[in-house]
């Protein structure tokens, strides 16, 4: 397993001139960027851009047509192949909707990693995840309690600690505040910038999101058309010419997103 010896001198992820298709439909075309350690990194744009598909790629889960997506120096493709299992363990990812088990209690859900990647004995298991449930502002009692028993932010927090529990240098967030309601979103892009600050880490998050792009992202990179239209900082894009970013940014929602900053 080829792994970068400096790690610290490369991006922790790169992203070269990936395309990807499925059947006759292009889903992207040469798409290229860089994410540095220790920022909030945000892939954004309107639905069928490709976001989540990216996301999967650099996290080994697809493999794009041409092209190549690195994660810790490592070639992503790799990542499915069973055998660096310690790479695994470096990254979370946190998917739509939460992803929880339906069949799992809150708590059995979060353990799933540790039981996956570990050999650790069950007590330590159960105080690592009550750890991490309290450190996603869960109540204890609700580790007893199935996802359908949660609410909808609830099930956010629960599929967060999960994604922490194996204390993670990459978090990835596919959607994480979709369909939440503005201070339950707003309340999650708040415990996601106290958990980098307390873990130190990098967060990759898939979102569409213009309230959480201006909140949490240090720089986004905006999809469309298969192609990065534009990567900087929120100020930066929302002054972009490119006639796509500026509808994004400058559309009704937009405009009140940006106001709600100023």
């Known amino acids: 397993m080829a792994i970068v010896a400096n790690e610290k001198t ?12 499925f059947g ?3 889903v992207h075309r040469d798409v290229s960027l860089t994410i540095q350690r220790g920022e909030v990194f945000a892939i954004a744009g309107g639905n ?52 929880l088990f339906s069949s799992l209690t809150l ?22 995840v009550a750890l991490k449930i309290a450190s996603v502002g869960l109540p204890a009692d609700s580790a007893a309690k199935f996802p359908n028993e949660l609410s909808g932010g609830m099930r956010r927090r629960a599929a967060l600690a999960r994604a922490i529990v194996m204390d993670p240098e990459v978090l990835f967030l596919d959607e994480p505040t979709a369909g939440l309601d503005p201070i339950t979103a707003a309340g ?36 469309g ?4 239209l534009g990567i900087g900082t929120m100020q930066e894009l929302s002054r972009s010419d490119d006639p796509v970013i500026h509808e994004y940014f400058h559309g009704p929602r937009g405009r009140a997103a940006e106001a709600q900053q100023g």
């Open 107 to 128: 708590a059995e859900n979060v353990a799933v990693p540790l039981k996956e990647h570990t050999k650790l004995r069950r007590e330590m298991v159960h105080d690592i």
């Open 48 to 99: 069928g851009c490709g976001k989540s598909t990216l996301m999967r790629e650099i996290v080994g889960l697809l493999e794009p047509t041409s092209g190549s997506t690195k994660l810790f120096g490592m070639d992503s493709r790799l990542l499915g192949d069973g055998h660096p299992q310690e790479i695994h363990r470096r990254f979370g990812v946190m998917f739509q909707q939460g992803g």
């Open 225 to 228: 058309n298969g192609t990065v």
């Open 188 to 223: 999650f892009d708040e415990l996601v910038l106290q958990l980098k600050a307390l873990l130190g880490l990098t967060v990759v998050m898939v979102t569409h999101d213009l309230d959480s792009l201006w909140r949490i992202a240090d720089r986004v990179a905006v999809l």
């Open 10 to 21: 490369v991006p922790i992820i790169e992203v070269n001139h990936v395309s990807t298709c």
């Open 24 to 26: 006759t439909a292009v």
